[in-house]
């Protein structure tokens, strides 16, 4: 027998958390009537199964500890997997604009270890990473000598 709708609900979960509207997406691909993927979605709210500020939390803290990404970036991840805009505000209004120097400043590291020597490749890399200008700009005006990088001067 097939599993019911909460049950595949929840065996989505137990893999790793889902925003509302991606769990929706996945439980219509496998065929649930609309009313009852709603009905699982308001009983798993409930139950705090589903929390959309949490996983948002939880996606950019373990985003920040694995990868450097500027807050960009992780706005941009967050909305490709459902995350609602009050979600991501929320978990990105936890990070200080501080925060993103150091993790621009990992990323710059990492961009050089693979051979990469070019201040202005770095800073589009960096952008392309979702850091702010100013997390940019220190990494670059400040961090180039620490970085092995010649500014050119």
């Known amino acids: 027998m097939p ?43 409930e139950q705090k199964y589903l929390d959309d500020r949490a996983t948002a939390r939880l996606f950019v803290e373990g985003r920040r500890e694995r990868t450097s990404e500027g807050r960009a970036r992780l706005r941009s991840e967050l909305l490709k997997r459902g995350a609602p805009e009050e979600a991501i505000d929320a978990a990105l209004a936890e990070l200080t604009p501080e925060d993103d120097t150091p993790a621009a400043r990992e990323a710059a590291e990492r961009w ?21 200008r100013r997390a940019i700009v220190a990494v670059l005006n400040g961090e180039l000598d620490d970085l092995g990088i010649d500014d050119g001067s």
């Open 3 to 45: 599993p019911t709708c909460y049950q595949k609900a929840l065996q989505l979960l137990a893999t790793r958390a889902h925003f509302r509207r991606e769990l929706a997406m996945k439980l219509t691909q496998r065929g649930y009537p609309e009313e009852e993927i709603a009905a699982t979605l308001d009983r798993l709210t």
């Open 112 to 132: 050089r270890l693979k051979g990469g020597v070019d201040p202005r490749a770095l800073a589009r890399h960096l952008e392309r990473k979702g850091f702010s």
